[in-house]
């Protein structure tokens, strides 16, 4: 069974530009999460989609969106990027709410 | 609002020797999980246990074993044997009964030596 995948794994932007990352889950999960990696914050988590639904959301600004689609697979964006957002963006995916998350390998983000 | 600390920034261990690794976590809730992760240099986060709250007896996963205290809040995780390929960072990581919301800790670097 193919695990998580992410695209891009790497990405350079300029300031104010906008992103889309994508994360396409295990086959069969239908809840996909995403978390923020810095060295300054730590592992954040950003939002989680079920079923096309965003279910959860963490503390991040307006800026930070997302969505999925009915095949599960998910896309965040990030619009109007500031230096801050560089980070390892990680997508993680689950059948539902009850079993473990199995994480991808992440995109690294860097904002010039 | 649920927090995870990680008291230990960096911890070493001689190859073949046994190490702790510390947790507490802060909830109101009676029913959660916790999880203790496993970050590698090449940055794929790997589940190494996991803990039902409304288990009484500690999880156990091969070589990686836990502690869990649910009255102290306490969650740590205990490597026996240690390895050479042990050597990552461990986040702890709490979640709340339904729902894929982790909250992690800050991590700890663990160093082995041969």
């Known amino acids: 069974k193919a695990g998580v995948t992410q695209t891009p794994r790497y990405l350079i932007k300029t300031r104010g530009q906008q992103v889309t990352l994508s994360c396409s889950p295990i086959s069969g999960h239908r809840s996909v999460s995403w978390y923020q990696q810095t060295p300054g914050q730590g592992l954040q988590f950003l939002f989680e989609y079920f079923s096309e639904t965003q279910r959860n959301k963490g503390n991040f600004p307006g800026r930070f969106s997302g969505r999925q689609f009915s095949n599960s697979r998910s896309e965040m964006n990030v619009s109007t990027l500031e230096l801050g957002d560089s980070a390892l963006y990680l997508c993680a995916s689950s059948l539902d709410g009850f079993n473990e998350q199995f994480f991808g390998p992440g995109t690294r983000l860097t904002v010039l | 609002a649920q927090t995870v600390t990680q008291s230990q920034p960096e911890m070493s261990v001689q190859e073949a020797e046994t190490v702790t690794l510390s947790c507490t976590y802060d909830t109101s809730e009676s029913d959660y999980y916790l999880f203790w992760y496993k970050q590698p240099p090449s940055r794929q986060m790997i589940l190494v246990i996991r803990q039902e709250a409304y288990k009484q007896q500690n999880a156990t996963e091969n070589r990686f074993s836990v502690n869990f205290q649910k009255a102290a809040k306490s969650f740590s995780l205990k490597i026996s044997d240690s390895q050479l390929g042990d050597a990552a960072m461990y986040f702890c990581?709490?979640?709340?009964?339904?729902?894929?919301?982790?909250?992690f800790g800050a991590g700890t670097i663990l160093r082995v030596k041969s």
């Open positions: 990581a709490y979640r709340v009964e339904y729902g894929n919301k982790l909250v």
